[in-house]
């Protein structure tokens, strides 16, 4: 029981596979976990861990995206793009500049 709630536990997010190696050797000396499960429990753990980081990077940047929408900032996407744009109508006014008169 203790294991799940561990698991599922928010402060997951912190572990390390030194913190997870140590907290399965206080649960196989209070009989919760069997030793040859150790390795197991280290591993799904620490796969778990990096499931919750990869989730909450996805939710920071889907949140952090749309408030740069909802602030009317631009993102790099259209950033680049702009500077691309210019590029391109700074190379067609120095070509109408340098090309002769035909009057």
């Given at each position: 029981?203790?294991?799940e709630a561990?698991?599922?536990?928010?402060?997951?997010?912190y572990?390390?596979?030194d913190k997870a190696?140590?907290?399965?050797?206080?649960?196989?000396?209070?009989g919760?976990?069997?030793?040859?499960?150790?390795?197991?429990?280290?591993?799904?753990?620490?796969?778990d861990?990096d499931?919750?980081k990869?989730?909450?990077k996805?939710?920071?940047?889907r949140?952090?995206?749309s408030?740069?929408?909802?602030?009317?900032?631009?993102t790099?996407d259209?950033?680049d793009?702009?500077l691309?744009?210019?590029?391109?109508?700074?190379a067609k006014i120095?070509?109408l500049?340098?090309k002769?008169?035909?009057?």
């Amino acid at each position: 029981m203790l294991r799940e709630a561990l698991l599922a536990g928010v402060g997951a997010l912190y572990m390390t596979k030194d913190k997870a190696e140590e907290i399965s050797q206080q649960l196989i000396e209070r009989g919760e976990l069997a030793k040859e499960e150790k390795n197991d429990f280290v591993s799904k753990l620490m796969h778990d861990v990096d499931k919750q980081k990869s989730d909450m990077k996805s939710r920071f940047k889907r949140e952090f995206n749309s408030m740069v929408k909802e602030s009317n900032l631009i993102t790099r996407d259209e950033y680049d793009e702009l500077l691309s744009r210019i590029d391109d109508l700074s190379a067609k006014i120095s070509e109408l500049e340098n090309k002769p008169n035909k009057d």
